[in-house]
């Protein structure tokens, strides 16, 4: 959280001076969804979310748009890292992705994607937002 404030802090001067300044954080599901073992994680995801509408009022006046996306489980090369130290990889990937209502990882592009959108002037009036990209985790509740 203390690097994005900084990054934020550093970006302001310039971003002031730009016709369609924006920031688009990115915080995590877990920071509104109770998951287990991942209080310290969630805690500083809901920090971001935090600065994130903090930043959104502070800066309206100087025209500089901010928001977070929420990221479930993204297949990225640090969980596939972290699967690999399991004893069983495939089994450990096959229950992340069970968590996921649609029954797979959140790919890196899909997040990009998101950012893109939050960043994108053509969506000069979204500010203080929070997009969340994790398959329905959030707000899907999927009988077993």
Known sequence: MVGT???SRAAIALLRESESAAIANTASVAAIDGIPNR????ASKGAILALTLAMATDHLADGIRVNAVNPATTDTPW???LLD???DAKA?????????PMGRLVSPSEIASAIIFLASP???SVTGTTLNVDGGMHSLRIPK
């Open 92 to 100: 450990a990937r096959s229950a992340l992705e069970s968590r996921q």
């Open 5 to 7: 404030a900084r990054v």
């Open 122 to 124: 053509v969506q000069a």
């Open 79 to 81: 969980v596939k890292k």
């Open 39 to 42: 209080a310290a994680y969630s």
């Open 85 to 87: 130290q399991s004893p």
